[in-house]
């Protein structure tokens, strides 16, 4: 299954650092590491899931890959085309063309339509920018992307304040369609929709990417939404990847002892059933003065004494697509 | 087909925008103040322009008829040296509501676009475009405007529009940049970034209309501000030059004891009619700040 995968985001060592600074002068005191080297492969027409606990850095991951933030360090490739090129290097023209080809939706719809501007001008402004001349054309491809949403054209006269949460997402992923892109990457999409709405709105963008052939970023911490959604998993924890597997295997066979806790907490709707819940102490650290050795160790209920003086390397070839950053699994050959 | 459609989209959006053009104005009429505020500010408006296109004559003295009290030819009576002071209060008004607009207009232009500068991208140009607001704040108008009187040696019309836009934009500067740095951390500005557009149409284009209504209301309240401002300082003899009747040219013939206790009309009209349009137009204001206000919908 893996070989003849097109390679589409190409992740080497990304870091988004945010300084945090103090006094008149503004000398740098730390930083929020909020990515702190994440290396991975994403591709073509697959649903990457990014699972993690608040703070994890799984949105900011997810805006540096779309360059609405600036990385610190690493390397983002996008295939050009067959070409990869280093998004942080991108000339004017070929960032205006990326930002037509990766586009994002937004965790909270209801701030995300303007709300002084009427759908229809939200929807036009895109369109205009990115060089659809005539007002026909422009109607067309609203008209395209709005029944792909099933919203009725003639709602693009209202505005945003009368729709409901659920339209407003489904505008929004429509709004995020209207350039054609390749890669969208979900911020969240749900979790600001009550649960029958979020059913709706994830079989829309089911169905819109088998219509589209899209890539999907998908961000969230429900981890049952991104079993339904993903085909592969990639969990964070602090900035750094832990484990990254397709999506059954991570489900039936989780490997690193967060993934495990995570999963612990899914709830099953049957009362009979006891499940043995792994509560996992504290919280988690600051990103500001991480934990010495593996990041997860002083919360990790299997720690060993290396895990608190080395941080664990990505052991690959778990099975599969399988990885994990663990010292469990590393063989004893570090110790 | 597809052609139909397009039609219908277009004239849906169209009656859409109408009606909630209506519903505001529906609003709008049902505070009665502000309703008020408006038709006075509007006849008064519309009189001084009238007098004006008209060519009243508020300039030459009636010899014969000095300081004559209210009624018969001259409906406000004259002033110390034989004017009629009906055609000066209606002439000296379109001067005072010009001032007063121009210069709130522009203040707040220079304000909002200041404001957008500054609060949009932050850092150091927020910073820097802060701190010259503060000086500008620092300094007393009334020495801006006695400077200026001396260094270019007359008093003039120029001379007040350039020293209150100069001293009168850094309200509105205040108020754009604090919109804009909460609303740059909004989801629909990030949206937009991310389709690549550029700048200057994020901050002009998305960020602004939602700044609209408090820069109307305060450009509303700003026109009162500088019509009371003006009526200071030509009382005082530091404004328009004399020969150009302003209402607080007019009230500056009121300054002597003795036009004050005997001549109670020279000082009572202009007076009242700056007090009636600056009461009006805070009116007008509070009504629009009730219909724009977005967060009272």
Same mark, same amino acid.
């Given at each position: 299954?893996?070989?003849?995968?097109?390679?589409?985001?190409?992740?080497?060592?990304?870091?988004?650092?945010?300084?945090?600074?103090? #006094?008149?002068?503004?000398?740098?005191?730390?930083?929020?590491?909020?990515?702190? %080297?994440? #290396?991975?492969?994403?591709?073509?027409?697959?649903?990457?899931?990014?699972?993690?606990?608040?703070?994890? %850095?799984?949105? =900011?991951? %997810?805006?540096?890959?779309?360059?609405?933030?600036?990385?610190?360090?690493?390397?983002?490739?996008?295939?050009?085309? %067959?070409?990869?090129?280093?998004?942080?290097?991108?000339?004017?023209?070929?960032?205006?063309?990326?930002?037509?080809?990766?586009?994002?939706?937004?965790?909270?719809?209801?701030?995300?339509?303007?709300?002084?501007?009427?759908?229809?001008?939200?929807?036009?402004?895109?369109?205009?920018?990115? #060089?659809?001349?005539?007002?026909?054309?422009?109607?067309?491809?609203?008209?395209?992307?709005?029944?792909?949403?099933?919203?009725?054209?003639?709602?693009?006269?209202?505005?945003?304040?009368?729709?409901?949460?659920?339209?407003?997402?489904?505008?929004?992923?429509?709004?995020?369609?209207?350039?054609?892109?390749?890669?969208?990457?979900?911020?969240?999409?749900?979790?600001?929709?009550?649960?029958?709405?979020? +059913?709706?709105?994830?079989?829309?963008?089911?169905?819109?990417?088998?219509?589209?052939?899209?890539?999907?970023?998908?961000?969230?911490?429900?981890?049952?939404?991104?079993?339904?959604? +993903?085909?592969?998993?990639?969990?964070?924890?602090?900035?750094?990847?832990?484990?990254?597997?397709?999506?059954?295997?991570?489900?039936?066979?989780?490997?690193?002892?967060?993934?495990?806790?995570?999963?612990?907490?899914?709830?099953?709707?049957?009362?009979? =059933?006891?499940?043995?819940?792994?509560?996992?102490?504290?919280?988690?650290?600051?990103?500001?003065?991480?934990?010495?050795?593996?990041?997860?160790?002083?919360?990790?209920?299997?720690?060993?004494?290396?895990?608190?003086?080395?941080?664990?390397?990505?052991?690959?070839?778990?099975?599969?697509?399988?990885?994990?950053?663990?010292?469990?699994?590393? #063989?004893?050959?570090?110790? | 087909?597809? *052609? /139909?459609?397009?039609?219908?989209?277009?004239?849906?959006?169209?009656?859409?925008?109408?009606?909630?053009?209506?519903?505001?104005?529906?609003?709008?009429?049902?505070?009665?103040?502000?309703?008020?505020?408006?038709?006075?500010?509007?006849?008064?408006?519309?009189?001084?322009?009238?007098?004006?296109?008209?060519?009243? *004559?508020?300039?030459?003295?009636?010899?014969?008829?000095?300081?004559?009290?209210?009624?018969?030819?001259?409906?406000?009576?004259?002033?110390?040296?034989?004017?009629?002071?009906?055609?000066?209060?209606?002439?000296?008004?379109?001067?005072?509501?010009?001032?007063?607009?121009?210069?709130?207009?522009?203040?707040?232009?220079?304000?909002?676009?200041?404001?957008?500068? /500054?609060?949009?991208?932050?850092?150091?140009?927020?910073?820097?475009?802060?701190? !010259?607001?503060?000086?500008?704040?620092?300094?007393?108008?009334?020495?801006?405007?006695?400077?200026?009187?001396?260094?270019?040696?007359?008093?003039?019309?120029?001379?007040?529009?350039?020293?209150?836009?100069?001293?009168?934009?850094?309200?509105?500067?205040?108020?754009?940049?604090?919109?804009?740095?909460?609303?740059?951390?909004?989801?629909? $500005?990030?949206?937009?970034?991310?389709?690549?557009?550029?700048?200057?149409?994020?901050?002009?284009?998305? !960020?602004?209309?939602?700044?609209?209504?408090?820069?109307?209301?305060?450009?509303?309240?700003?026109?009162?501000?500088?019509?009371?401002?003006?009526?200071?300082?030509?009382?005082?003899?530091?404004?328009?030059?004399?020969?150009?009747?302003?209402?607080?040219?007019?009230?500056?013939?009121?300054?002597?004891? /003795?036009?004050?206790?005997?001549?109670?009309?020279?000082?009572?009209?202009?007076?009242?009619?700056?007090?009636?349009?600056?009461?009006?137009?805070?009116?007008?204001?509070?009504?629009?700040?009730? $219909?724009?206000?977005?967060?009272?919908?």
């Amino acid at each position: 299954m893996s070989e003849n995968k097109e390679v589409i985001f190409r992740i080497k060592n990304l870091k988004t650092w945010f300084p945090i600074t103090k #006094g008149a002068f503004k000398k740098v005191v730390g930083n929020v590491k909020a990515v702190d %080297g994440v #290396g991975l492969d994403i591709y073509k027409g697959e649903t990457l899931g990014i699972v993690g606990e608040s703070g994890c %850095g799984k949105s =900011t991951f %997810g805006k540096t890959v779309m360059m609405l933030e600036k990385p610190t360090d690493g390397q983002v490739e996008f295939n050009f085309g %067959g070409e990869f090129k280093d998004i942080t290097k991108f000339t004017k023209d070929e960032m205006f063309e990326f930002r037509k080809k990766v586009q994002m939706v937004f965790q909270d719809p209801y701030s995300a339509l303007n709300p002084q501007k009427k759908i229809y001008t939200s929807f036009e402004e895109p369109l205009k920018v990115h #060089g659809v001349k005539t007002e026909a054309e422009r109607e067309k491809i609203m008209q395209q992307v709005l029944k792909m949403v099933n919203i009725q054209p003639d709602y693009l006269m209202r505005y945003p304040h009368e729709f409901s949460g659920g339209q407003r997402q489904r505008l929004c992923i429509a709004r995020a369609l209207e350039v054609m892109p390749e890669v969208l990457i979900c911020d969240e999409p749900v979790s600001a929709l009550d649960v029958s709405i979020q +059913a709706q709105v994830l079989n829309l963008m089911k169905y819109i990417q088998r219509d589209m052939k899209l890539t999907y970023l998908f961000i969230a911490h429900d981890l049952s939404v991104v079993q339904y959604m +993903a085909d592969r998993i990639m969990v964070m924890y602090l900035g750094k990847v832990v484990e990254v597997a397709d999506s059954k295997a991570l489900y039936e066979k989780p490997m690193h002892p967060y993934t495990k806790a995570l999963l612990s907490a899914i709830p099953v709707p049957d009362i009979h =059933t006891t499940k043995k819940r792994q509560i996992l102490e504290g919280e988690v650290p600051s990103p500001i003065n991480k934990p010495a050795g593996c990041a997860f160790h002083n919360r990790c209920p299997q720690c060993m004494e290396i895990c608190k003086t080395k941080d664990p390397d990505m052991i690959r070839d778990q099975g599969g697509e399988h990885m994990v950053a663990c010292h469990l699994y590393s #063989g004893g050959k570090d110790q | 087909m597809s *052609d /139909s459609t397009t039609v219908s989209i277009k004239n849906q959006n169209k009656s859409a925008a109408s009606s909630l053009l209506k519903k505001n104005i529906r609003k709008f009429m049902n505070n009665k103040l502000a309703l008020f505020g408006l038709i006075v500010v509007v006849i008064m408006t519309v009189a001084c322009v009238v007098g004006m296109i008209v060519g009243v *004559d508020y300039n030459t003295p009636n010899l014969t008829a000095l300081k004559t009290p209210p009624g018969g030819e001259h409906i406000l009576g004259t002033d110390t040296i034989g004017r009629d002071l009906w055609a000066r209060v209606l002439y000296g008004g379109c001067y005072s509501i010009f001032i007063g607009v121009f210069c709130a207009v522009m203040s707040s232009v220079i304000g909002a676009i200041l404001g957008a500068i /500054s609060g949009y991208f932050g850092g150091k140009i927020d910073q820097l475009i802060i701190r !010259i607001s503060e000086i500008f704040q620092a300094f007393p108008q009334l020495v801006l405007v006695m400077m200026l009187v001396a260094i270019v040696n007359k008093r003039g019309l120029s001379n007040l529009l350039v020293i209150f836009v100069l001293t009168g934009w850094m309200t509105t500067f205040r108020m754009v940049r604090n919109e804009f740095m909460s609303l740059k951390g909004e989801t629909y $500005v990030k949206v937009c970034e991310a389709f690549g557009m550029k700048k200057s149409r994020i901050m002009f284009n998305q !960020i602004l209309p939602n700044v609209m209504s408090p820069i109307i209301v305060s450009t509303t309240t700003n026109v009162a501000f500088f019509i009371l401002q003006e009526a200071a300082l030509s009382f005082i003899g530091l404004g328009v030059a004399d020969s150009t009747p302003t209402w607080g040219n007019i009230l500056n013939a009121a300054k002597s004891v /003795s036009v004050v206790t005997n001549q109670w009309w020279v000082w009572v009209f202009p007076g009242l009619a700056i007090s009636l349009f600056v009461l009006a137009i805070n009116f007008l204001g509070d009504g629009l700040r009730d $219909v724009l206000d977005a967060k009272q919908q």
